[in-house]
């Protein structure tokens, strides 16, 4: 079987904070708690670790609402059920997105004792990020987010920092990332706030933040994170388009070539293709009445993965196609005619390739030749050979000194380069 990734919503849409812009808000002011079904787990995870036992690997998030909302024991509980279903040589990897303001040290130690990944939602220093999310009384989340933070950073919890641009930081891209640095925050995501409902995805969205404004946003961010081409500060998007120049498969589905980035599970059993349609249409089934494999395999799931193709007409003749894959079709109108439009960001990536095209062609081809370079030090290495001097021509065959090429030891503060180099290895 293919690999496959599963997102629970936890608590379906239940949250402590009331974010402005959150599309995933349908139940604020209803009184109904919602804590997902442990007979639903106890149905699903065995299927699911039979499924992914061909490729070795579960894959679990763990989103909402606020996940912590189902407490620590709920945790607890999932850990060893999962510990219990999988098959041998299964490797499980967890990861839980939050607001943070829940965690304790109790939190904290559990989820570096089991290896969590933890997102934490932060959208900037405290006079931006009290703009848009507040609690139910109106009140700044900064603090309470801070002080979760602060309990994952002394447990070593792997932490990636989720910021949503929208009107309150959309033009204030270098002063967020001198804040995230300031902070020690070397993982950070950036998507644009989107004024639509995931249960409502026939509607037209109500977007937050203009084509142009977000383009500019993401050439800012991009001087800031570029850093003479040696950058040590990952940006997810910058990343995956990344992959996209090294012809690596791209793992974020709003640059893929296939909406195929997993199922999600709401906490009743219910099955969806996207965190963006949580929708009686497009509902492949649940738990209890269906099994893992006939969702999974369903037409209407077929359907779904499918839903990118055809591009809009204007894509298919775009010089960044190859890269920017036609965005997400979420972003997308239907004319009166029943043609496409190009997703809304479309001016945006367009902004963003034509600025940044040449310097992140150039750190693919360096990455390239590190990755060159290495495997012909293993080589050498293992056959006791000597190795170049700093000014010998470098062995990846730039043409440059080897000192200003792979022998430049700043590239060892870069990620970019670490990722690589074990790639190689």
């Given at each position: 079987?293919?690999?496959?990734?599963?997102?629970?919503?936890?608590?379906?849409?239940?949250?402590?904070?009331?974010?402005?812009?959150?599309?995933?808000?349908?139940?604020?002011?209803?009184?109904?708690?919602?804590?997902?079904?442990?007979?639903?787990?106890?149905?699903?995870?065995?299927?699911?670790?039979?499924?992914?036992?061909?490729?070795?690997?579960?894959?679990?998030?763990?989103?909402?609402?606020?996940?912590?909302?189902?407490?620590?024991?709920?945790?607890?509980?999932?850990?060893?059920?999962?510990?219990?279903?999988?098959?041998?040589?299964?490797?499980?990897?967890?990861?839980?997105?939050?607001?943070?303001?829940?965690?304790?040290?109790?939190?904290?130690?559990?989820?570096?004792?089991?290896?969590?990944?933890?997102?934490?939602?932060?959208?900037?220093?405290?006079?931006?990020?009290?703009?848009?999310?507040?609690?139910?009384?109106?009140?700044?989340?900064?603090?309470?987010?801070?002080?979760?933070?602060?309990?994952?950073?002394?447990?070593?919890?792997?932490?990636?920092i989720l910021c949503v641009?929208?009107?309150?930081?959309?033009?204030?891209?270098?002063?967020?990332?001198?804040?995230?640095?300031?902070?020690?925050?070397?993982?950070?995501?950036?998507?644009?706030?989107?004024?639509?409902?995931?249960?409502?995805?026939?509607?037209?969205?109500?977007?937050?933040?203009?084509?142009?404004?977000?383009?500019?946003?993401?050439?800012?961010?991009?001087?800031e994170w570029y850093e003479?081409?040696?950058?040590?500060?990952?940006?997810?998007?910058?990343?995956?388009?990344?992959?996209?120049?090294?012809?690596?498969?791209?793992?974020?589905?709003?640059?893929?070539?296939?909406?195929?980035?997993?199922?999600?599970?709401?906490?009743?059993?219910?099955?969806?293709?996207?965190?963006?349609?949580?929708?009686?249409?497009?509902?492949?089934?649940?738990?209890?009445?269906?099994?893992?494999?006939?969702?999974?395999?369903?037409?209407?799931?077929?359907?779904?993965?499918?839903?990118?193709?055809?591009?809009?007409?204007?894509?298919?003749?775009?010089?960044?196609?190859?890269?920017?894959?036609?965005?997400?079709?979420?972003?997308?109108?239907?004319?009166?005619?029943?043609?496409?439009?190009?997703?809304?960001?479309?001016?945006?990536?367009?902004?963003?390739?034509?600025?940044?095209?040449?310097?992140?062609?150039?750190?693919?081809?360096?990455?390239?030749?590190?990755?060159?370079?290495?495997?012909?030090?293993?080589?050498?290495?293992?056959?006791?050979?000597?190795?170049?001097?700093?000014?010998?021509?470098?062995?990846?065959?730039?043409?440059?000194?080897?000192?200003?090429?792979?022998?430049?030891?700043?590239?060892?503060?870069?990620?970019?380069?670490?990722?690589?180099?074990?790639?190689?290895?």
């Open positions: 079987m293919p690999a496959l990734s599963v997102m629970f919503k936890t608590v379906s849409t239940d949250c402590n904070l009331d974010c402005s812009y959150c599309y995933y808000r349908e139940s604020l002011e209803s009184k109904l708690i919602r804590r997902i079904d442990l007979r639903m787990l106890e149905t699903f995870v065995p299927q699911y670790m039979e499924y992914v036992a061909d490729t070795g690997h579960a894959s679990f998030g763990w989103q909402g609402g606020e996940p912590t909302l189902a407490g620590l024991d709920f945790f607890q509980w999932v850990v060893e059920l999962e510990a219990r279903h999988a098959l041998p040589g299964t490797a499980i990897s967890n990861a839980l997105q939050t607001n943070g303001t829940l965690l304790d040290d109790n939190w904290g130690s559990f989820l570096s004792r089991h290896d969590f990944l933890v997102g934490v939602s932060l959208d900037g220093p405290a006079a931006i990020h009290n703009m848009e999310r507040t609690d139910r009384g109106g009140h700044g989340s900064f603090r309470r987010v801070m002080a979760g933070i602060d309990i994952l950073q002394r447990q070593d919890v792997a932490l990636n641009v929208g009107t309150h930081n959309v033009t204030r891209a270098r002063e967020l990332m001198s804040f995230f640095r300031h902070e020690g925050f070397t993982h950070l995501q950036f998507i644009p706030a989107m004024g639509f409902q995931a249960t409502e995805p026939e509607n037209p969205p109500a977007y937050l933040v203009s084509s142009e404004a977000y383009g500019d946003f993401l050439v800012a961010l991009f001087d003479g081409g040696i950058p040590r500060v990952s940006i997810r998007t910058f990343d995956n388009f990344l992959q996209s120049y090294l012809d690596i498969p791209n793992d974020l589905c709003v640059h893929g070539d296939i909406c195929n980035a997993g199922i999600v599970v709401e906490y009743n059993g219910d099955v969806f293709p996207c965190d963006f349609y949580i929708h009686p249409r497009w509902k492949l089934g649940n738990i209890f009445e269906q099994s893992l494999n006939e969702m999974v395999d369903s037409l209407q799931r077929t359907s779904f993965v499918r839903r990118k193709h055809p591009l809009p007409a204007q894509c298919q003749t775009c010089e960044w196609k190859s890269l920017c894959k036609g965005g997400c079709p979420r972003n997308r109108f239907i004319l009166e005619d029943g043609s496409l439009t190009p997703e809304y960001f479309c001016q945006s990536y367009k902004q963003f390739f034509s600025y940044a095209n040449n310097r992140l062609r150039s750190l693919s081809e360096r990455i390239t030749n590190y990755q060159r370079y290495f495997q012909w030090l293993n080589t050498v290495l293992n056959e006791h050979k000597p190795t170049p001097g700093r000014n010998d021509p470098c062995p990846c065959g730039s043409g440059w000194k080897y000192k200003l090429c792979c022998g430049n030891p700043a590239l060892t503060s870069s990620y970019l380069f670490q990722l690589y180099d074990k790639d190689s290895s």
